[in-house]
């Protein structure tokens, strides 16, 4: 299963965020989910950038998965932006990152949060679906390319 519509909402989808540094695309991604999250954006935020410290969460191609186990959090729930100004996420491959796909989940269910990760990460990780997502044209299409509503062929 490819499409993420149980894990984010319409309105969790910024299409052109103008974020000048990683911490403030973190903090826009984090104040747009804490509401669907049923959290504080300040302890979402906290928990993201203590997981950014760990490691970098680029995955390559110029995608990033920044993700957290937070407290209060019910079930995996999602945040996508597309970042005007790419940002280093640290990726293995060097490469800036612009498409970003925030994951929170709760902290007593840890076998949830690594199966929405992966679910997530296999997503992005066609380069048919990072290339429909670099050309869609706002909001609406981004959420159906994510959520499912738009096939795209199978791989």
Same mark, same amino acid.
């Given at each position: 299963?490819?499409?993420?519509?149980?894990?984010?909402?319409?309105?969790?989808?910024?299409?052109?965020?103008?974020?000048?540094?990683? +911490?403030?695309?973190?903090?826009?991604? %984090?104040?747009?989910?804490?509401?669907?999250?049923?959290?504080?954006?300040? @302890?979402? /935020?906290?928990?993201?950038?203590?997981?950014? !410290?760990?490691?970098?969460?680029?995955?390559?191609?110029?995608?990033?998965?920044?993700?957290? %186990?937070?407290?209060?959090?019910?079930?995996?729930?999602?945040? /996508?932006?597309?970042?005007?100004?790419?940002?280093?996420?640290?990726?293995?491959?060097? +490469?800036?990152?612009?498409?970003? /796909?925030?994951?929170?989940?709760?902290?007593?269910?840890?076998?949830?949060?690594?199966?929405?990760?992966?679910? @997530?990460? +296999?997503? /992005? !990780?066609?380069?048919?679906? !990072?290339?429909?997502?670099?050309?869609? +044209?706002?909001?609406?299409?981004?959420?159906?390319?994510?959520?499912?509503? @738009? !096939? @795209?062929?199978?791989?």
């Amino acid at each position: 299963m490819h499409e993420l519509g149980d894990l984010i909402a319409p309105e969790a989808i910024l299409p052109r965020l103008a974020a000048v540094s990683r +911490r403030q695309a973190l903090m826009t991604m %984090a104040e747009t989910i804490a509401r669907p999250a049923g959290v504080d954006a300040r @302890v979402a /935020f906290d928990a993201v950038l203590m997981r950014e !410290r760990l490691a970098g969460t680029g995955v390559g191609e110029g995608v990033a998965i920044p993700h957290a %186990a937070v407290a209060g959090v019910t079930r995996p729930v999602g945040v /996508f932006a597309r970042l005007d100004i790419p940002q280093n996420f640290d990726a293995l491959d060097g +490469r800036a990152c612009d498409l970003v /796909f925030m994951l929170l989940a709760p902290l007593d269910k840890g076998a949830d949060h690594l199966k929405a990760l992966a679910r @997530v990460s +296999r997503f /992005f !990780r066609r380069a048919d679906i !990072r290339e429909k997502l670099r050309a869609a +044209r706002g909001a609406d299409e981004l959420y159906a390319l994510i959520a499912g509503a @738009v !096939r @795209v062929d199978a791989a």
